[in-house]
C-alpha cells in the first residue's frame, strides 16, 4: 500500500524514533512510504529542537502563537496536496498535533482513509503546563481531528478513554502501545554476582523522579552504582544533588545516549527505574527495558498496568511513595535471581504480546475498513 505519512514534529526526540521507526517498519513489510512534515526537521540532530522555530515561539505572544501554528496548515497543506498528487496514498497516517489539521483537510478533499496516532491529549496537556491561551479554540480542533479520523490508534487505554469521552465512536479507536525493533536487543546472559547498577534513560527532566531515588541512595547504608543517561533542564540540578551528597563515585552521568547505543547501554543496568509516569502515557523507555531484559520498578498505576505485571515482569510501588519506590530497589539489588525472573519475563512479554513497531504496522494495516 502506499502510505502518506503526515506529522508536524519540530524536534528529534523520543518522538521521531516513533515517526522514524514505524516508517521503517511499513517499508519492511512491502509498504511505500512518503514522509511529509516541517523541512527544518530533517537538519535537527537528534536531542534538539529546531533553534529558529524555539526562538519564534518564545518571541509570540501566546495567543499570537496558537494562531501562527493555524496558519502554519495553510502552507502544510499545500505541500501535502502537492506530495499526495504524485503519489497517490492509500491512506494518511498522522502523528496528531494539536492545531493541525492539514491531514484531515487532505483526507476530506481526497476522499481517502485517515488514521491518526494520539499519544497525548495535547490540548489538555499544554492548557495545565504550556500556558496555552486559545483553550477553546484548541479544544474545538483536537475534537475534530479525532472524529474525523477514520481509525485513531491511541497508546494506552486511559488516553483511549479520553478519546472517546469527546465523541470518537469506540469502533474506531484502535489501542497500540509504543514499541520497540526486538532485533536490536540481545538475550541478556545469565545473572552474574556483581553489585547490582541502577539505570534510567531518558530525557532528564525535573517531573522524571530522579531526585528521590539520589536522596535515598545518600541516606542508604548501601550504596549502588546509578548511571543516568540522558540530557535535560534537571541536569544541572541532578548533579549539584550529586556533588552535595559525595555520591560521586556511585552516581554517574552517561549524557545523551545515540538510538542504536541503547542496548548496549541498558546491557550494563541490572535495575531500570520509571520513577514517574504521566497517567496516560506509553513510555518507551519501558518497551526498551523489558526487550533488554533489564529488572523494571515503576508507579502502581493503570496506564502502567496495561503492561506490566507487579511481580511478574516488574516491582511496582504506589506513585509518589519514594519509601516504597526505594524498597523495591533494595530487594532488587539484594536479590540477583528475582531481576533475572523479572527481566526474562519482561523480554518474554514483549515478544508473546508483539510490543514491536514492526507489530504496530500490522496492527494498522489491519485495522483499515474493507
Known amino acids: 500500500m502506499r502510505i502518506l505519512y503526515s506529522h508536524r514534529i519540530q524536534s528529534r526526540d523520543g518522538q521521531s524514533v516513533h515517526v522514524e521507526d514505524l516508517v521503517a517498519a511499513f517499508r519492511a513489510a512491502g509498504h511505500e512510504v512518503l514522509v511529509v512534515g516541517p523541512s527544518f526537521y530533517e537538519s535537527t540532530g537528534f536531542g534538539a529542537e529546531t533553534t529558529w522555530v524555539a526562538r519564534l515561539r518564545a518571541a509570540l505572544p501566546g495567543a499570537i502563537g496558537e494562531l501562527a501554528e493555524l496558519a502554519y496548515n495553510i502552507p502544510a497543506w499545500w505541500r501535502l496536496r502537492q506530495a499526495a498528487a504524485g503519489f497517490n496514498p492509500d491512506f494518511i497516517y498522522e502523528r496528531y498535533n494539536l492545531f493541525y489539521l492539514a491531514g484531515m483537510w487532505l483526507a476530506r478533499e481526497r476522499k481517502i482513509p485517515f488514521l491518526v496516532e494520539v499519544n497525548s491529549p495535547l490540548a489538555e496537556e499544554r492548557i495545565a503546563h504550556g500556558g496555552l491561551k486559545l483553550h477553546g479554540l ?3 480542533a483536537e475534537r475534530a481531528v479525532w472524529r474525523a479520523a477514520t481509525r485513531v490508534f491511541a497508546v494506552t487505554k486511559v488516553l483511549g478513554a479520553r478519546i472517546t469521552a469527546v465523541g470518537v465512536d469506540p469502533a474506531n479507536l484502535v489501542i497500540t502501545p509504543n ?17 547490582a547498577v541502577l539505570g534510567f534513560i531518558g530525557f532528564v527532566r525535573p517531573w522524571h523522579g530522579i531526585e528521590p531515588v539520589i536522596t535515598a541512595l ?6 549502588f552504582d546509578f548511571v543516568i543517561a540522558g540530557e535535560g533542564p534537571a541536569r544541572p540540578i541532578l548533579e549539584s544533588m550529586v556533588a552535595s551528597a559525595g555520591l560521586a563515585d556511585h552516581v554517574s552521568f552517561a549524557g545523551l545516549v545515540a538510538r542504536d547505543a541503547v542496548p548496549g547501554f541498558l546491557a550494563g543496568i541490572d535495575i531500570a527505574l520509571q520513577p514517574r509516569a504521566v497517567d496516560y502515557a506509553s513510555p518507551l523507555k519501558l518497551f526498551e527495558y523489558m ?14 498496568r496495561e503492561i506490566l505485571v507487579d511481580g511478574e515482569t516488574a516491582l511496582l510501588f504506589e506513585p509518589e511513595n519514594w519509601a516504597a519506590l526505594w524498597a523495591c530497589i533494595a530487594r532488587l539489588a539484594a536479590d540477583p535471581a528475582l531481576r533475572a525472573r523479572l527481566g526474562q519475563a519482561a523480554r518474554a512479554e514483549v515478544i508473546s504480546r508483539d510490543y514491536t513497531w514492526a507489530g504496530n504496522a500490522r496492527r494498522v494495516i489491519a485495522s483499515l475498513p474493507s
Open 179 to 195: 514499541g520497540i525493533n526486538l532485533d536490536r536487543f540481545a538475550p541478556r546472559p545469565p545473572t552474574t554476582d556483581r553489585r
Open 138 to 140: 484548541a479544544r474545538l
Open 218 to 223: 545518600a541516606e542508604s547504608p548501601d550504596k
Open 291 to 304: 526487550a533488554a531484559g533489564c529488572a523494571i520498578v515503576a508507579p502502581d498505576q493503570p496506564n502502567l
